[in-house]
Structures are given as C-alpha cells and as structure tokens.
C-alpha cells in the first residue's frame, strides 16, 4: 500500500488544528480575505457553473466566499494556519 506524501499529511494536521483549536472570523473578514488571495499569483481560481473555486497552490487549501467549514479563509491565523505566501501572510499585511 502506497503511503500517503508528507504534503498531505501536513494538510491534515493543518486542518485539524484549526477545527479543533482556531476561532472562527466574521463573514466581513471572510470577503476581505477571499479578494486579498483573489488577486495572488499563487491562487489557482477555476470558474463553474456554481461559481469559482479557489485553491491555494502553496499549500493545497481551498478558499470559499462563505463559512464552509474546509475553508482557509474561515479561521483565525495561527502558527500552522492561515495564509503561507513565501513573502509572508497577505492577510496579516493588509490586517485582516
């Protein structure tokens, strides 16, 4: 059996943690976030037919306008969650 890449595995414990332990932020701050990673050249964004699905290609989250709860724009950041842009979180930049 195959097992599973450490990328993964690092997601996992990254979502967890944040599930478990992260508080959750206002939908205000939800939007802010989503238009921050919106204009990012590391954010993959794909149009459907229900909309567009955004998924970060640093670390493999996907990002929603709303409180869906696999979303990395729903939570607080802390040390192993929230926006991972080499030149540091865009979100604590702009204060969100």
Request: charged share 35%.
């Amino acid at each position: 059996m195959k097992r599973p890449s450490r990328n993964l595995i690092r997601k996992t414990v990254s979502l967890a943690s944040a599930l478990v332990a992260g508080r959750r932020v206002a939908n205000e701050r939800i939007c802010r976030r989503i238009e921050i990673c919106a204009r990012c050249p590391y954010v993959r964004i794909k149009r459907t037919r229900k909309g567009r699905k955004m998924l970060c290609r640093i670390c493999g989250c996907r990002l929603r306008g709303n409180r869906s709860l696999i979303n990395l724009a729903r939570y607080e950041e802390a040390k192993r969650y929230g926006c991972k842009h080499p030149r540091g979180s865009r979100w604590k930049k702009e204060g969100v």
